[in-house]
């Protein structure tokens, strides 16, 4: 089992910055590849990011591309999400999940493949 936490949610203007974390516990970060989701009210939870084990991988989707950053320290079993410029159509709950890696540049946009869930920060950007 892997227990994830995200916190570092909040309510940003319009142009403003978040970074989220994601501390997890249980079994061996550094086994799992991890990403970032999100979900707005009446929309299905859509893929935002995702990093490598290693963290020599990561992929983004192109609504965040230029403005997120997707980072881990597996010496502190965190992952991060450095959010930039941030825009209202960011406004959603924010998950992080962990993937057990096939590979150490293993990373997948597929909710599917996800094993761990955490429960979820809420990030409102007003216009």
């Known amino acids: 089992q892997v227990q994830l936490v995200e916190s570092g949610g909040g309510l940003v203007q319009a142009g403003g910055s978040l970074r989220l974390s994601c501390a997890a516990s249980?079994?061996?970060?550094?086994?799992?590849?991890m990403g970032w989701f999100r979900q707005a009210p009446g929309k299905e939870r859509e893929f935002v990011a995702a990093?490598?084990?290693?963290?020599?991988?990561?992929d983004y989707a192109d609504s965040v591309k230029g403005r997120f950053t997707i980072s881990r320290d597996n010496a502190r079993n965190t992952m991060y999400l450095r959010m930039n410029n941030l825009k209202p159509e960011d406004t959603a709950v924010y998950y992080c999940?962990?993937?057990?890696?096939?590979?150490?540049?293993?990373?997948?946009?597929?909710?599917?493949?996800?094993?761990?869930w955490g429960q979820g920060t809420q990030v409102t950007v007003s216009s």
């Open positions: 990093i490598s084990w290693s963290g020599g991988s990561t």
């Open positions: 249980g079994r061996t970060f550094s086994n799992y590849a």
């Open positions: 999940a962990a993937d057990r890696a096939l590979s150490r540049y293993y990373t997948s946009r597929r909710l599917n493949d996800y094993d761990y």
